[in-house]
């Protein structure tokens, strides 16, 4: 309690007493994230206004030994950035450091600090006719840094890439508190190792980024949203090859609904009408939009042609207007609410190459009707990049303590498929602590051994997110 | 001797006789890039079959400290891949790892040996409706493994990225000999550090990549060409900001030509007409494409319109044939033979944000003419990325003798302007042996240290293309 004293002291002189939450009633809302999960109790949380004080906290908190832990919007999936429940951590709140550093129109770029909100800097971007790509349900709460350190996907993957492929120039706190400054807004740059990437997806391990510069993209003006419907998802994949052609690349989203995601979200959303005149086994949602003087409409009549011709397309529907649109794209909105509704259920994040998606589907619904007949599968998703949300809903009569055993179980059933077709058990979320133990599971030696080493050369102490990712060297 | 003959014993042990060279003739090619540069005399040059050898090699070269070069096509412009002239290396080609290992259309995927030579991955891409993307003067000799290593630009840049951004998976020989085996052919895929990232770009530095997984795109099905011209660099960096909107996107290409290049393009190449009535002081060679039914006449027409109306186009011709297309192109290769005939002159290959071009051109050609009054500025390039080739030639008169030191000067000069304004001294080319002096003249001290410390994790004893991007520790 006393240590705990002189650090909260240290800290206030280095941040002032705004910069520091002691209280309990302060520090609840830095324990819980989204879901509602709740981590252990900090030691404080700080908020720093400026990489500089950043870079203060971080030098000492190495010096002093005290372990921390970055956080952004509090809108991860995997507990990365929520305080351990055993060792109580420093929380470091990138709340306060939300201006936008720079707009650079001409050059599609904008240099920000970490801790601004994505939705405000898709505002920033659009008030100079210009874009920046990424989309996720948590865009009005989740902050760049956080996207960044995620390597966060979403909606738009499929045209504009991962978080990644959106940073030009990165900011970091190393965990001795040297400033790595790599901030130059260069679209092209092969001057040695690329260090920035070490940092992009390593969930706050490695360092703290407090600023970045992303790469932004000429505002879409026209947006077409079509659905439609196949037998299979056979039909599916191959209608996703000739989406691609037909619409020239400019596709930014190819989502696959099955029926009864479909009838679950009409049962959340009574206002939602079965879109087609009748009842297809598997749906896709796609999206096309462009920044010019593009025939958008000619390039779907051209797919829904050749998608007929070909056998692919069995009915399907261009929304004619912006509301039709909005009401295709509820459809997925209202799927999630209704599956929310059904009460505990396995949520995964699942890829495979596309190639294999078909297989893969019908081996791991085989295997799950195996151990659960009762069981319901859920699969739908970013298909055109492979990515599943490959859910189970466990029977309806089950006990409420009998689920989470019999998911944990499927879980392990479905991920051995997911290795044995070469795949990956976290597309999109990150490790974090939720899924390390299914992560460490495949992990080959080589590569343990290689993230090891980059965790030691960069953190030999294990301050940063200790136990993020990988273990802490103790356990 | 009797150290290098065991050493070629045992070489011979692990590949058969045909998988060593050790004869002078028989080594000449691999000390000779295609500037005609020569390098030292390597030990020997093995040439594995598979990477199970290659990882042999290594081992081997691990075990008994023996340094050693991978080699791809010999098209390097930075000699990252030249045998050392001061210490023997071991070169080990990657030439009879030739292999299209799987090529899934269906999953936009191609997974091959690292020694395929680029162009032939383009030609099996396409023979399944595909594209890859990566294009550059050397493709018909350059190997994907050295356009990994060196993380390789080119002409698509602008559209589809860097190499970096072309690859899925990855398989490397790391110094000890141990295969990181990380060839899943998945679009997304957080699952911990991404590793791969280091391996790109590192110029065989940190390991051999013996295996990849690249990304293909649909096959574009029509294409056009257009040559624009403007008053000045400002007015073709709008023009570029606007065509991106008019285009949607669909820009592969837009490579700005001062009026001197394409006269000294017109010297070159007799045949070449000046493409427009008059003369205007600057042109962009512009090139769109698209895989299914766009416009692209619209999307370029819209762009003349808009362009000539906001003052920024002067005159324009958009190539109504294939042949006037070519004739187009042809421009940009009768000037670098122009260039070449010249004699020994100053190429580089610098990046600055796009919207301090102008500035920069400006501030940079005063520099010069201030040192050089007699000597000609040549600055041409991806003025979309950001990326120019700002090359130099002495004064005509200049004795032989006197062009190496004069021409060393000016690149200090220059590099420094490129300095002051957040540039990049190598957008493409990397840095080698070459750029290293001018690369660690302004690498800040974090860098440097992460560098350092990344290069000692993989390979602490400095026996994979020591020298290169860094200097040896004992230099």
Redesign the interface.
Known sequence: MSNDNALIGELEKLLGARGVLTQEDDLARYRTDWTGRCGGMPLAVVRPENTAQVADIVAYCHRHDVPLVPQGGHSGLVCGAMPDEERAELVLSLERMNQVREL??????LSVDAGCVLQTLKEVAEEA?CYFPLALGAQGSCQIGGNIS??A?GIN?LRY??T??LVLGLEVV?PDG?????M????????????K??F???EGT?GIVTGAVLKL??KP?VTRTALLACADIDAV??LY?LA???????LTAFELIPRHCLELAMQAAPELRDPLDSAHPTYVLMEVA??????LD??IE?LFEQGSEAGLLADGVLASSEAQAQQLWLIREAMLEGQRQTGEHLRTDI??????LSLFHAQACHAIAEACPEATVIAYG?IG???LHFNILPPATLAEAERPPLLHDLELRLFEIVEAF??????????GRL?QAA?LDT??G??YD??R??KH??DPRELLSPGR??PTSGE
């Open positions: 650079d129109p001409l050059n599609f770029s006719d995620t390597n996907g993957v890439g991962m990644r492929q190393m040297r400033i790595l400054s790599h130059r807004a260069l679209h092209k740059n092969n001057t040695g190792y690329d260090l990437q070490l992009i997806g390593a490695l993209f000429p003006q994949l191959a090859a691609r052609r037909c619409c020239c690349d400019l462009a920044s010019g003087p593009a025939d000619a390039m051209a890829s495979l190459p596309i190639s294999s970013h990049d492979g990515n070469d795949g990956s058990i976290s597309a999109e979320h990150g490790i899924k992560f992990l080959p080589p590569e290689l993230m080493g980059i050369l960069l990712i990988l």
